[in-house]
């Protein structure tokens, strides 16, 4: 009787250790697919936005984080005045123009990581092109100066950023465009053959679509196909999965 209470007792014992080591494996994963985001949890943290705000500046806040690859931008938290990018350089790839270098740069990941969205499309017959990466801050205020006197304060509102707020400043963001989109920035652009392809595998190069459709209420822009943000990954592959912004993301 005892013995066959010990035999059940290292039964148990042997189950009990062999469904730990599946659960915890790779195995488990592949044949649970949807347990996958188990294993994002704690590979894929975003900076909180509390943790990430330097002071307040009227009804806007400053980022603490400007150098972070995860940085979050918007019409509510600005740059600090003047921030420039520590590692701008100009990716190798097609451009809609020739001219002005200073809109041309990103920093130095996101430039390397765009060579190769780049290549990816070119290869299945996309052909992609850069219009417009990074801005200064001096020149942000420019264009937010000619846009107001040209189209007035409620359409600069939701199509231009306050300088100091616009993504393009962080060297992360990039517009691309296509011939069949006669290079400019149109939501056109989402409905092309490149659009498609962008929204379909930016993320597998850390980018993301930062201003969809959708999320208009939450990001606070139109829907810009041609806006897209590095933020590497896991994160970009995180974000296109479960279909969120980078504010949605990232915890209060
Ligand atoms: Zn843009």
Wanted: proline fraction near 5%; charged fraction near 25%; glycine fraction near 6%.
């Amino acid at each position: 009787m005892i013995k066959r209470i010990g035999s059940a007792v290292i039964g148990a014992v042997i189950i009990a250790a062999v469904s730990l080591f599946v659960l915890r494996s790779p195995i488990f994963y592949l044949i649970h697919p949807g347990q996958e985001s188990m294993q994002y949890i704690g590979e894929t943290e975003f900076p909180s936005y509390a943790s990430t705000i330097a002071k307040k500046d009227g009804s806007l806040v400053i980022v603490s984080n400007p150098d972070s690859l995860l940085v979050l931008v918007n019409k509510d938290r600005r740059l600090p005045d003047f921030y420039t990018p520590p590692d701008l350089v100009i990716p190798n790839v097609r451009f809609s123009y020739n001219g002005d270098k200073e809109k041309m740069q990103m920093r130095k990941e996101a430039a390397k990581e765009l060579e190769k969205l780049f290549q990816a499309a070119d290869r299945e017959g996309v052909y992609l092109f850069a219009v417009s990466a990074f801005r200064s801050y001096e020149r942000q205020k420019a264009l937010h100066t000619m846009y107001q006197k040209q189209e007035g304060e409620a359409v600069t509102a939701v199509s231009s950023a306050i300088p100091g707020t616009s993504e393009h400043q962080t060297g992360l963001a990039v517009d691309v465009s296509a011939q069949s989109s006669r290079f400019q920035l149109e939501t056109s652009f989402g409905k092309t053959k490149e659009g498609k392809w962008l929204v379909e595998h930016a993320h597998e190069y850390g980018f993301i679509i930062r201003y969809p459709e959708d999320k208009t209420a939450v990001t606070g822009y139109m829907y810009e196909p041609w806006h897209i943000r590095y933020v590497g990954n896991p994160h970009a592959d995180y974000l296109f999965k479960r279909r969120l912004t980078l504010e949605e993301a990232m915890p209060k």
